[in-house]
């Protein structure tokens, strides 16, 4: 199987100008190291109709291509059933009836990371688990043998972080993220995983499951966000910051990506004319703050 990078956007609404500069990055870290880069649609929870078409046509106006057919975790419900089916044949799953106001106001175990689950759930006998299904769906977590887990990133070097019982599939039925992004990353040959630096916690999680289930490990880069004036994380109420807004008061596609650009040191575009000067070493460690330009 051909080794790849990816960009995997929840297709919740647009995308503003921090997934589509984190999607460049992406892109520019897979293209430099011969990889194929994949396009996979997270909709297993929060999709928007339409949301996805608007997704793909403004990664196609800033130059991002992708190498094969887009991949939607919709319809890969039998991969996560069977790695999940997996576990539990090896007894590392038991079933939750939590709530999160349970989850919150449950004592901490003692030496248990802050905001750990507590592992309240592990403990109750057969008998208290028929009692609680009588009255609420459980979700499945893992029955984790750690509690902290270590990763080497390629701008943050190593980063241990915490390893609880996180839920596998939550009491709807759904799969929760951290078993959905292990599984479809090695059935699609990601070996290389670029990201915001927000999503540098859950990643302890994700990699131990993947030596649990017995799949590799892929290369981790978490990049910058983009943030605001006021230093949080951008967002769509920060005003012109998708596309569709920046168009309208005269800031073409071309020009919000030679933008993106700028801010990460390197020469204006097209994409594949910037490889030549792209280094990873040379990137920003700071989060990029957004000023909506003049047009």
């Excluded at 190498?67 to 419900?77: F, G, I, K, L, M």
């Excluded at 038991?94 to 106001?101: G, K, L, P």
């Amino acid at each position: 199987m051909t080794s790849a990078g990816r960009f995997a956007p929840s297709p919740s609404g647009e995308l503003h100008v921090g997934n589509l500069r984190t999607a460049i990055l992406a892109w520019l870290f897979a293209k430099s190291s011969g990889r194929d880069f994949l396009l996979r649609v997270e909709d297993l929870d929060r999709a928007r109709s339409g949301a996805e078409a608007e997704q793909l046509r403004d990664l196609e106006a800033i130059g991002v291509s992708w190498d094969a057919a887009v991949v939607r975790q919709t319809e890969r419900a039998a991969l996560y059933d069977d790695a999940i089916a997996r576990l539990t044949h090896e007894g590392r799953t038991y079933e939750c009836f939590c709530t999160r106001r349970e989850i919150q106001e449950a004592p901490s175990a003692p030496h248990a990371p802050q905001g750990a689950y507590p592992g309240t759930c592990r403990r109750l006998s057969h008998a208290e688990r028929e009692i609680r299904r009588a009255s609420r769906p459980a979700s499945i977590r893992l029955l984790a043998d750690v509690a902290e887990w270590g990763v080497e990133d390629q701008l943050h070097g190593k980063y241990v972080g915490v390893v609880d019982d996180f839920v596998l599939r939550r009491n709807d039925g759904v799969t929760a993220y951290n078993l959905a992004v292990v599984v479809d990353d090695a059935a699609q040959g990601i070996d290389q995983v670029v990201r915001g630096d927000d999503l540098l916690p859950s990643t302890p999680r994700q990699a131990y499951l993947a030596r649990l289930l017995g799949l590799p490990v892929p290369e981790y880069a978490h990049v910058p966000l983009v943030v605001n004036h006021d230093g949080a994380r951008l967002a769509k109420r920060d005003g012109a910051v998708t596309l569709g807004d920046l168009a309208a008061v005269g800031i073409p596609a071309e020009r919000v990506r030679d933008l993106i650009l700028e801010s990460l040191h390197l020469p204006a575009g097209p994409l594949p004319d910037v490889l030549a000067a792209f280094n990873p070493g040379n990137l920003p460690k700071e989060p990029w703050v957004w000023i909506t330009p003049r047009s």
